[in-house]
């Protein structure tokens, strides 16, 4: 099989009930054993085609044919230039990704956003990033991720992969950071898929200046770096989007 998969190939014969209803057994085990059912998916499907090939093949995927749009405030958007991550992701991959920042947003308005800036789009994956401002407006950990997972839930729904983005730090010292920590932790704990643009920012105070210049916003430096822990994610967020093709195609 050639090792650069074309997703229409992932159809699964009707008559083959057994591995149907294994596949459909599986799907009730708990979050923990994801990574479990897709190997034995893959090795039912693809029995010459082993984990290892699947994710080479995951890499060697044409990736410029994915959609993304990410979704969020300022940060997203790239104040103050316009310059985002996003713009350097997409000119350095090949993948169309849609910026849908809007500066000032809390989370629930960006769950206002999200059929017309989202779903319209028809994209494979979004990246949700939010809660910056949220903190500002005194919203808890809480609030803020019961909007994310009403999002999340929204997408998936509309078989679109959400992505959450963990915000990036502020300031430490204050109850914001504070909030914006809790909500990084309960959403590294929620089984969502997330990128970790905050853990590139723990560095010391001096560095933390230079990359938050106004100890809000990345600066070039920081936008560069965000960049380049979205491409070492990718490999992860596109295995979800394949396996999420799998399991559609073999649950209908």
Same mark, same amino acid.
């Given at each position: 099989?050639?090792?650069?998969?074309?997703?229409?190939?992932?159809?699964?014969?009707?008559?083959?009930?057994?591995?149907?209803?294994?596949?459909?057994?599986?799907?009730?085990?708990?979050?923990?054993?994801?990574?479990?059912?897709?190997?034995?998916?893959?090795?039912?499907?693809?029995?010459?085609?082993? #984990?290892?090939?699947?994710? *080479?093949?995951?890499? /060697?995927? &044409?990736?410029?044919?994915?959609?993304?749009?990410? @979704?969020? $405030? =300022?940060?997203?958007?790239?104040?103050?230039?316009?310059?985002?991550?996003?713009?350097?992701?997409?000119?350095?991959?090949?993948?169309?990704?849609?910026?849908?920042?809007?500066?000032?947003?809390?989370?629930?308005?960006?769950?206002?956003?999200?059929?017309?800036?989202?779903?319209?789009?028809?994209?494979?994956?979004?990246?949700?990033?939010?809660?910056?401002?949220?903190?500002?407006?005194?919203?808890?950990?809480?609030?803020?991720?019961?909007?994310?997972?009403?999002?999340?839930?929204?997408?998936?729904?509309?078989?679109?992969?959400?992505?959450?983005?963990? #915000?990036?730090?502020?300031? *430490?010292?204050?109850? /914001?950071? &504070?909030?914006?920590?809790?909500?990084?932790?309960? @959403?590294? $704990? =929620?089984?969502?898929?997330?990128?970790?643009?905050?853990?590139?920012?723990?560095?010391?105070?001096?560095?933390?200046?230079?990359?938050?210049?106004?100890?809000?916003?990345?600066?070039?430096?920081?936008?560069?770096?965000?960049?380049?822990?979205?491409?070492?994610?990718?490999?992860?967020?596109?295995?979800?989007?394949?396996?999420?093709?799998?399991?559609?195609?073999?649950?209908?």
């Amino acid at each position: 099989m050639n090792a650069c998969l074309n997703l229409k190939l992932f159809s699964i014969p009707t008559e083959n009930t057994d591995i149907k209803r294994r596949y459909m057994t599986m799907q009730k085990k708990p979050r923990k054993y994801r990574r479990f059912r897709l190997t034995v998916l893959t090795l039912c499907l693809f029995p010459m085609f082993t #984990p290892l090939q699947f994710t *080479r093949a995951v890499e /060697t995927m &044409d990736w410029t044919k994915l959609k993304i749009v990410a @979704l969020g $405030d =300022s940060i997203t958007w790239g104040y103050p230039n316009g310059r985002s991550w996003t713009n350097l992701v997409s000119i350095e991959t090949g993948i169309q990704i849609v910026n849908r920042g809007v500066s000032g947003e809390t989370l629930e308005e960006m769950y206002y956003r999200l059929e017309n800036d989202v779903i319209r789009e028809k994209p494979e994956i979004c990246i949700i990033m939010g809660g910056t401002n949220d903190v500002f407006f005194g919203n808890s950990p809480e609030e803020m991720m019961n909007l994310i997972e009403q999002m999340a839930g929204e997408l998936k729904r509309r078989k679109i992969i959400p992505v959450i983005g963990l #915000p990036i730090p502020l300031p *430490r010292g204050g109850q /914001t950071e &504070d909030k914006l920590q809790t909500l990084r932790k309960k @959403l590294q $704990d =929620s089984g969502m898929l997330t990128i970790d643009f905050a853990g590139d920012f723990a560095r010391s105070k001096k560095d933390f200046k230079k990359l938050l210049p106004d100890g809000i916003h990345p600066a070039d430096e920081g936008k560069r770096m965000m960049a380049e822990r979205l491409k070492k994610e990718l490999p992860r967020i596109v295995s979800a989007y394949v396996e999420s093709k799998l399991e559609t195609e073999i649950s209908n």
